[in-house]
T-cell receptor, first 115, second 110 residues
Framework: GAGVSQSPRYKVAKRGQDVALRCDPI?????LFWYQQALGQGPEFLTY????????KSGLPSDRFFAERPEGSVSTLKIQRTQQEDSAVYLC?????????????FGPGTRLLVL | SQQGEEDPQALSIQEGENATMNCSYK?????LQWYRQNSGRGLVHLIL?????REKHSGRLRVTLDTSKKSSSLLITASRAADTASYFC??????????FGEGTQLTVNP
């Protein structure tokens, strides 16, 4: 595809529900990143994959958050038992390699609202 | 946690004027990048400046970096209404994750 795509674009969940957010990176990109962006704030790092390996998950806020990339392409961010504080935009980015200074290409994000 | 702090938080100018945004950070970096985000959209990479560079230009953009002061500035010259967006600086310390500031909301009035 032309760029990083994410689905759904908008998700409304009731507190306690599980949600799954999907990211399709640019074809051939090795690295994939998830960020969380609260309203009026800059994005904050959640986790990073190189191919199918999750190399850094230090930014995941709790064990309710889980990410996977089983075949090294599409990634899913799952949030279990959603809470109101999980409401944010979840951004996915990909880059060709894992190299210092490699440009990260961002998707449009999934806006999650937990009621 | 946020690494960078940007100022101003909001900036409103007239079309044709220059816009300057500043970013400060706390730790040593490999490079610093600037991104733009239009309302409801993803981030678009604008420019990257490496830690051993002091100034870089790209079209109407000029970025400076002062590693001794741990600060950077983004200058947009001859602004256009289409430049209206949020601008974020992001530092790269590890070659993987980016650490973003809180952003500057720029409004360019026609």
């Amino acid at each position: 595809g032309a760029g990083v795509s994410q689905s759904p674009r908008y998700k409304v969940a009731k507190r306690g529900q599980d949600v799954a957010l999907r990211c399709d990176p640019i074809s051939g990109h090795v690295s994939l990143f998830w960020y969380q962006q609260a309203l009026g704030q800059g994005p904050e790092f959640l986790t990073y994959f190189q191919n199918e390996a999750q190399l850094d998950k230090s930014g995941l806020p709790s064990d309710r958050f889980f990410a996977e990339r089983p075949e090294g392409s599409v990634s899913t961010l799952k949030i279990q038992r959603t809470q109101q504080e999980d409401s944010a935009v979840y951004l996915c980015a990909s880059s060709l390699w894992r190299r210092v200074g490699e440009t990260q290409y961002f998707g449009p994000g999934t806006r999650l609202l937990v009621l | 946690s946020q690494q960078g702090e940007e100022d101003p938080q909001a900036l409103s100018i007239q079309e044709g004027e220059n816009a300057t945004m500043n970013c400060s950070y706390k730790t040593s970096i490999n490079n610093l990048q600037w991104y733009r985000q239009n309302s409801g959209r993803g981030l678009v990479h604008l420019i990257l400046i490496r830690s051993n560079e002091r100034e870089k230009h790209s079209g109407r953009l000029r970025v400076t970096l002062d590693t001794s002061k741990k600060s950077s500035s983004l200058l947009i010259t001859a602004s256009r209404a289409a430049d209206t967006a949020s601008y974020f600086c992001a530092t790269d310390t590890s070659g993987s994750r980016l650490t973003f500031g809180e952003g500057t909301q720029l409004t360019v009035n026609p």
